[in-house]
């Protein structure tokens, strides 16, 4: 079984049980694909001010993205966005590392929705069968305002189509508005791999 697969199969508890997980993210890539990708689309899309629920937001890697992207004079970055964090696994709350969100929660998005309703909605990392399912998308659906958009990264593996494997293309609630295909991380036995950005809407 590949590194990716194994990942996918672990839960959540045992996964993050000893993981580095910052760490882990700069080593293998991630803050430069997904956590890249979804600051300048977070930026490119919403105005400065715009509340952004970060679902699964682990230690803090979209708000340290936004961060790195003040360090770097890309434009809207650290205070610019109003950022919620939401995740189910407490261990990674109790070790956040970023500094610049305004609230983080204990949150299962497969069985509620969150306790308000956004704009801008972000799940970098989530999208897969140990995490968050395609049952959710009625979830999601009910977390965003009428006009709100919705960003997650999808795992590619063995080059199948992972939007219809995982029901995304299926279930009833979102709709997908664009994918794109970008480098992620780079695994330990297969190099570089690949995840598909995919925006949703409401139905």
């Not at 936004?66 to 696994?89: C, E, K, M, P, W």
């Not at 305004?102 to 969150?114: A, C, F, I, K």
């Not at 009625?138 to 999808?154: P, Q, W």
Request: aromatic content about 10%.
């Amino acid at each position: 079984m590949t590194w990716l697969k194994n990942v996918l199969n672990i839960s959540v508890d045992e996964l993050y049980k000893n993981w580095d997980y910052h760490k882990w993210c700069i080593e293998a890539g991630w803050m430069d694909g997904p956590i890249a990708y979804t600051t300048n689309w977070v930026s490119d899309n919403f105005k400065p001010g715009t509340e952004v629920a970060d679902v699964a937001c682990g230690n803090g890697q979209l708000g340290i993205g936004f961060s790195n992207r003040t360090a770097n004079s890309l434009g809207y970055g650290n205070n610019d966005f109003v950022i919620d964090g939401y995740d189910i696994n407490a261990k990674m709350l109790d070790t956040f590392e970023a500094t610049n969100y305004r609230s983080t929660s204990l949150h299962d998005m497969n069985n509620n929705s969150l306790p308000r309703k956004y704009k801008c909605i972000t799940v970098i990392g989530a999208f897969n069968k140990s995490h968050i399912n395609s049952d959710s998308a009625k979830m999601f659906a009910e977390s965003l305002e009428d006009d709100g958009l919705l960003i997650a990264s999808v795992s590619i593996v063995d080059k199948e189509d992972p939007l219809e494997l995982m029901g995304w293309r299926t279930q009833e609630h979102l709709e997908i508005v664009s994918e794109e295909s970008i480098k992620s991380l780079i695994t330990p036995d297969e190099g570089q791999k690949y995840h598909i950005m995919a925006v949703f809407k409401k139905k």
